[in-house]
């Protein structure tokens, strides 16, 4: 069974930095969709961003776009997002999830991610 698990999320001040790591085990990674997302208290879910990690470049939502990265580490079987330059409305708890049945062409652009970590809360105060 493919079970993921979010960790690195905190409180930090604007302007500040964190790393989110989402460890996967059960299932390799590697040339499959991962994406990471957040939901804020009264806010639908939405997508932060996504990655192919068999090739193709990352996509971002615009808000942090500029900011976050999004990468994944083969050996490690993980899949990080570096937030840069938080902003309060970052504040959020954030989620990862693998998708396995998309290709790199429609990573991102379907809702196939069946996979979920518990999610890691990031807050971010002025």
């Known amino acids: 069974q493919v079970q993921l698990v979010e960790s690195g999320g905190g409180s930090v001040q604007v302007g500040g930095s964190l790393r989110l790591s989402c460890r996967v085990s059960?299932?390799?990674?590697?040339?499959?969709?991962v994406g990471w997302f957040r939901q804020a208290p009264g806010k639908e879910r939405e997508v932060v961003a996504v990655?192919?990690?068999?090739?193709?470049?990352?996509s971002y939502t615009d808000s942090v776009k500029g900011r976050f990265t999004i990468s994944h580490d083969t050996s490690e079987n993980t899949v990080y997002l570096q937030m840069n330059d938080l902003k309060p409305e970052d504040t959020a708890m954030y989620y990862c999830?693998?998708?396995?049945?998309?290709?790199?062409?429609?990573?991102?652009?379907?809702?196939?991610?069946?996979?979920w970590g518990q999610g890691t809360q990031v807050t971010v105060s002025s």
């Open positions: 999830a693998v998708d396995r049945l998309s290709t790199r062409y429609s990573c991102g652009s379907t809702n196939a991610f069946a996979y």
């Open positions: 990655l192919f990690t068999g090739g193709g470049s990352p």
């Open positions: 059960g299932y390799t990674a590697d040339r499959n969709c």
